[in-house]
Structures are given as structure tokens and as C-alpha cells.
């Protein structure tokens, strides 16, 4: 029995999707959790602690990982279009 094109190509997004967002996801958590513990610790409770250290290692993780992100998107793309072509010429 052959998979439906359409089911296998959303299930190679969303795997996409989910190797692409670890990275950045994981950089927010765990900074998140240290500073976190560090205002628990010192009790300092300022809003901006909690935030600019996420954002500057958001801007890390994407620049760092970035260039592999866009090209894994760039060969789903690719092969999507791909299947789209050669899927054009079948009769339904």
C-alpha cells in the first residue's frame, strides 16, 4: 500500500519543524532556568534580567545554526517541488 504524498509530505515538515526548533528552544530553556535560579537566589526580580539574556542567545543559536537551518529548509523545499512535478503527470 503507498502512503499518501500529501500525509508524507506534512510528516516531513512537522519533523522538519521539530529538528529546526530544538536548538533555539533549548538555548531559551536552559537560560531561562539559570536565570531563573540566579533572581531566586539573589532575589533580584527585574524583568529585563529574565529577557536580554534570552534574547542575546537566541541571536547566537540563530546565527550559529542558522546557515544548516536554511539549507535543511532549502532541501525539503527542493524535494517537495520536486515530487510536486513528478507527481503532475499521473492521472487521479
Not at 13 to 29: G, H, K, T, V
Not at 37 to 46: G, K, R
Request: hydrophobic share 60%.
Amino acid at each position: 500500500m503507498t502512503e499518501d504524498p500529501t500525509a508524507l509530505a506534512l510528516r516531513e515538515a512537522l519533523w522538519l519543524a521539530l529538528q529546526l526548533a530544538w536548538p533555539p528552544l533549548l538555548a531559551m530553556l536552559t537560560i531561562g532556568l539559570l536565570v531563573s535560579v540566579l533572581q531566586a537566589m539573589t532575589q533580584i526580580q527585574e524583568a529585563t534580567l529574565a529577557f536580554l539574556p534570552k534574547l542575546v542567545a537566541m541571536a547566537v543559536v540563530l546565527l550559529l545554526t542558522g546557515p544548516a537551518m536554511t539549507l535543511a529548509l532549502q532541501g525539503y523545499a527542493t524535494q517537495l517541488y520536486e515530487r510536486v512535478v513528478a507527481l503532475g503527470g499521473q492521472p487521479r
